[in-house]
């Protein structure tokens, strides 16, 4: 089961930490990913990171490079998505997915990688 928490209504030029509680998951062995969806519009990918061959390997979709980290506490089972210098374009619910499927660095954007998804928290960003 994935949890994701953390939403909320943020200023421009604001912080939030979202939080993904991935329970009954050994995040070694997963590649971890955030998306999200804009009223009206796709679910976009943010950021995904994986291990492979003892490696992190890091994914950040253009519009968030800079701005946003993905991390996860293996021990902890949590995975997580510190995003700064908000806009508000990064308005939307934020949704984190999972995947035990060892997914080729090329791959890591696409909603269709992954297995698991969480329920998804909102972000507004607005004065």
């Known amino acids: 089961q994935l949890q994701a928490s953390g939403g909320g209504l943020v200023q421009p030029g604001g912080s939030l930490r979202l939080t993904c509680a991935a329970s009954?998951?050994?995040?070694?062995?997963?590649?971890t990913s955030w998306f999200r969806q804009a009223p009206g519009k796709e679910r976009d990918f943010v950021a995904a990171?994986?291990?492979?061959?003892?490696?992190?390997?890091?994914k950040y979709s253009d519009s968030v490079k800079g701005r946003f980290t993905i991390s996860r506490d293996n021990a902890k089972n949590t995975v997580y998505l510190q995003m700064n210098s908000l806009n508000a374009e990064d308005t939307g619910v934020y949704y984190c997915?999972?995947?035990?499927?060892?997914?080729?660095?090329?791959?890591?954007?696409?909603?269709?990688?992954?297995?698991?998804w969480g329920q998804g928290t909102l972000v507004t960003v607005s004065s």
């Open positions: 009954g998951f050994t995040l070694d062995y997963y590649a």
């Open positions: 990171m994986r291990l492979s061959s003892g490696n992190l390997h890091y």
């Open positions: 997915a999972l995947t035990r499927n060892s997914p080729i660095y090329g791959v890591l954007h696409r909603p269709g990688t992954y297995d698991y």
